[in-house]
């Protein structure tokens, strides 16, 4: 099984930036998500971490550390419509299935 | 438009009910899913399913079942609703590769209701 934890809401300024943390316990690690989810909306992806390190898409930042556990999603120069829910998820290949178990989603209200 | 898309969008029915949603993709993947997202926001897998396997989430009760008439499409149907079944139901799909990640594509969802 797998255990993911996020915080449940974050409040940033326009402008700023804003770094959302998840940790993980998997038995069987093979990658970890980020998707951005507008109120009413479906999930879109964000990234995609399997190995150490950070990944760099734009705006938006992963970084991944395997050891620890543990995940952050990075968001620059924020903008009003980043508010939205920002899902980690985790892909556990026990059992020989790589479907990806979701996180609460953590809430991220950006302000003027 | 190539996407994953669901029908109805909105669905209200009664207790006890049996009803079907719909979820097709025309991206060509191999794997769709269903998840349920409750009023807490919290995304669970219901199932996974190829033209090989079905995995099923064993939290999921028997009164729900996919059906797959071909690769493109896969419906969840639901016996006697209850109200603990209101929730919004998104479909995903994804190009499954052997050892590889892979992207979901999720459908706008279905949000249904239970009375």
């Known amino acids: 099984g797998q255990n993911i934890d996020q915080p449940t809401e974050m409040t940033a300024t326009e402008g700023a930036i804003v770094q959302i943390n998840c940790t993980y316990q998997?038995?069987?690690?093979?990658?970890l998500f980020w998707y951005q989810q507008h109120a009413g909306e479906a999930p879109t992806f964000l990234s995609y971490?399997?190995?150490?390190g950070l990944e760099e898409k734009g705006r938006f930042s992963s970084f991944l550390s395997r050891s620890k556990g543990y995940s952050y999603l990075l968001l620059k120069e924020l903008q009003m419509k980043d508010s939205a829910s920002y899902l980690c998820?985790?892909?556990?290949?026990?059992?020989?299935?790589?479907?990806?178990?979701f996180g609460r989603g953590t809430s991220l209200i950006v302000h003027p | 438009d190539t996407a994953v898309s669901q029908t109805p969008k909105y669905l209200v029915t009664q207790m006890g009910n049996d009803k079907s949603i719909k979820c097709e993709q025309n991206?060509?993947?191999?794997?769709m899913y269903w998840y349920k997202q409750d009023s807490k926001k919290f995304l669970k897998i219901m199932f996974s399913?190829?033209?090989?396997?079905?995995?099923i989430n064993e939290t999921v009760p028997n009164r729900f079942s996919p059906k797959s008439p071909d690769k493109a499409h896969l419906n969840l149907h639901i016996n006697s609703l209850e109200l603990g079944d209101s929730a919004v139901y998104f479909c995903?799909?994804?190009?499954?590769?052997?050892?590889?990640?892979?992207?979901?594509?999720f459908g706008p969802g279905t949000r249904l209701t239970v009375t």
């Open positions: 991206l060509g993947h191999d794997t």
């Open positions: 998997t038995s069987g690690f093979n990658g």
């Open positions: 971490n399997v190995l150490d």
């Open positions: 995903a799909s994804s190009p499954r590769g052997s050892g590889t990640h892979y992207e979901q594509y």
């Open positions: 998820a985790v892909s556990d290949s026990s059992g020989g299935s790589y479907i990806p178990t």
């Open positions: 399913y190829n033209n090989k396997e079905l995995i």
